[in-house]
């Protein structure tokens, strides 16, 4: 759902700050600037899916990443979900044993 209406938005140009949708992951309202730089400095893997109703995303995310940002950013499949949590868990324990 749109809390504004985009006026500005160009086919190959994101929409302006003032321009916001609703963050599926987040669950309120956000603007592209801060999906473009959520994940590390790269996009948010949902960026595409998101955006694509209101400019251009793809084209746009092509001419402003290299190839590798790109594909680390949208095409590396990430770990399952219970794998990260095993994975924080051994942190969380290794941590613990170097304070002890």
């Given amino acids: 759902m749109l809390k504004n209406k985009n006026t500005t938005a160009l086919p190959g140009k ?3 700050n003032e ?3 609703r963050c599926p992951r987040l669950g309120h309202q956000i ?3 801060y999906c473009r730089s959520e994940n590390n400095g790269l996009p948010c893997f949902k960026t595409l ?3 694509y109703n209101y400019f251009d995303v ?3 995310l092509t001419r402003e ?3 590798e940002e ?3 950013a949208f095409l590396n499949k990430g770990k399952p979900k219970v794998l990260s949590l095993f994975d924080l868990i ?3 324990k290794e941590k613990k044993g170097k304070k002890d």
Avoid: G
């Fill in 31 to 33: 603007n592209f600037d």
């Fill in 90 to 92: 051994e942190q969380a």
């Fill in 14 to 16: 994101p929409p302006e």
């Fill in 65 to 67: 990443l290299t190839k």
């Fill in 58 to 60: 793809h084209t746009y």
């Fill in 70 to 72: 790109f594909k680390k």
């Fill in 19 to 21: 321009f916001s949708i």
């Fill in 49 to 51: 899916d998101c955006w």
